[in-house]
């Protein structure tokens, strides 16, 4: 069985630093692209970064660009999000997402791909950003 658990969401000031980690298990990550997304209430969730393990290639949201960096240790099956100079516009639900082929095309074209490609997602994980 497949599952993805994100991890390592809090309450943090602006400004302030978080890492997030997902936890791949029943697959293996060097397979697929894991992308990072959030939902913020009242919002679509939107895409954050995604990274392909496999070839390192990577994509992130012009929103986030020099504040995150996403990295992964497939040996473990983990994917990270640090997140850094937080503001309160990233206060979101954080899910991380597995995705096959046409995700891992997309990441190494530094683009983003549609959400129906992930082929897998894991539960939440809530970031809130105080003014």
């Known amino acids: 069985e497949v599952q993805l658990q994100a991890y390592g969401g809090g309450l943090v000031q602006t400004g302030g630093s978080l890492r997030l980690s997902c936890a791949a298990s029943?697959?293996?990550?060097?397979?697929?692209?894991i992308g990072w997304f959030r939902r913020a209430p009242g919002q679509k969730r939107e895409a954050v970064s995604t990274?392909?393990?496999?070839?390192?290639?990577?994509f992130y949201a012009t929103s986030v660009k020099g504040r995150f960096t996403i990295s992964s240790d497939s040996a473990k099956g983990m994917v990270y999000l640090q997140m850094n100079n937080l503001k309160p516009t990233d206060s979101a639900v954080y899910y991380c997402?597995?995705?096959?082929?046409?995700?891992?095309?997309?990441?190494?074209?530094?683009?983003?791909?549609?959400?129906?490609?992930?082929?897998?997602w894991g539960r939440g994980t809530q970031v809130t950003v105080s003014s």
């Open positions: 990274i392909s393990p496999s070839d390192g290639s990577r």
């Open positions: 997402a597995a995705g096959g082929y046409s995700v891992i095309a997309a990441t190494g074209r530094r683009t983003e791909a549609p959400e129906v490609e992930y082929d897998y």
């Open positions: 029943g697959l293996t990550i060097d397979d697929y692209a």
